[in-house]
């Protein structure tokens, strides 16, 4: 039987997942217009200013903006466009949608499969996000470190 502390925990890993996955987003663009901009080399007051338009934007204006910036392969693209349904449908009515479910066994069982589904979609998304924006990261360290041994 599902409670309904069940039910709010693995809200609240969802929530996780999709935060951690916009999380990534952000710091691959963070990272490539620091890349193009040369931020890693030398303060650069833009860098506050992008960084604050960043933490406005939506998850659905980051990944046009990332879409600008890297040819997403159809695969990822796709992932990343369900991870977004999912973090909408997430944080926009889902118990809404699901009304008065949470006060029957039946209805609390129906909230987790659909929370299931979400977490999954938004894990491989981060799954894929992740790794992409620590190599994007490790190539401006490296980058760096280059540059400090030329001083």
Known sequence: MVTREDV?????????????????????????????RGWHFNADP??????EELNRKTLGEILKSLKEYLDLDDEVAELFKEALG??????????ERHDFAIYSDVGRAAMMVDLETMHVRLAAAYDVAQPAALQLVGRIHAARAGEGSKR
């Open 46 to 51: 833009q860098a506050a200013k992008f960084y």
């Open 8 to 36: 709010y925990a693995k809200f609240g890993l969802t929530a996780e997942a999709a935060q951690l996955f916009e999380t990534e987003l952000g710091t691959m663009l963070l990272a490539r217009e620091g890349e193009e």
């Open 86 to 95: 999912a973090r909408n449908s997430l944080n926009h009515g889902f118990f």
